[in-house]
């Protein structure tokens, strides 16, 4: 039974400690985990699309990462498999998620990547991991991970 009381805080005090996070949680995402659910929340400007590009980039993805947000999901392919970042900030109508081939996407191998879950709530699987991320006073990123499944504690151990 999963303990909903897993809970991780951090800090990110700057680029450079987000870049470390995701670094460390690439390497953490081995063959068995790149199939993975992470959920990332947070204002806009938080740093979502940010931290995406260095955990895609710690995997091994070159050249242009560029954000979602119209295309709804951009795929990569890295030597572990498949990775799919989604921004799901202008979804709204749920037919769509069948209409895009999006149940096809989670249930196939590779990690997915999510910005702006909330907004396919009742359509997108329960993710492994949700990141939540608030920008302080001091434009700190103020962290608090969440593991949501078996999975999702490994990782976040």
Same mark, same amino acid.
């Given at each position: ?30 063959? !068995?985990? +790149?199939?993975? &659910? ?6 806009? @400007?938080?740093?979502? %699309? ?58 196939? !191998?590779? +990690?997915?990547? &999510? ?6 709530? @009742?359509?997108?699987? %329960? ?31």
């Amino acid at each position: 039974m999963i303990n909903p009381t897993i809970v991780k805080t951090l800090v990110w005090p700057d680029e450079a400690a987000t870049a470390a996070f995701a670094t460390q949680l690439a390497a953490a995402l081995t063959r !068995a985990h +790149l199939n993975a &659910c992470i959920a990332l929340h947070g204002d806009l @400007g938080a740093g979502k %699309t940010t931290f995406v590009r260095h955990l895609l980039r710690a995997l091994g993805v070159q050249g242009r990462v560029k954000s979602p947000t119209y295309a709804v999901v951009e795929p990569y392919t890295v030597s572990a498999g498949e990775v799919w970042h989604f921004d799901f900030y202008r979804f709204s109508d749920p037919r769509e998620w069948e209409d895009a081939g999006f149940r096809d996407i989670f249930a196939s !191998a590779g +990690l997915k990547l &999510c910005e702006w879950p909330q907004n396919a709530a @009742g359509v997108m699987p %329960t993710p492994d991991l949700e990141i939540h991320i608030d920008v302080d006073a001091s434009e700190q990123r103020q962290i608090t991970i969440h593991a949501l499944t078996p999975s999702g504690q490994e990782l976040l151990a």
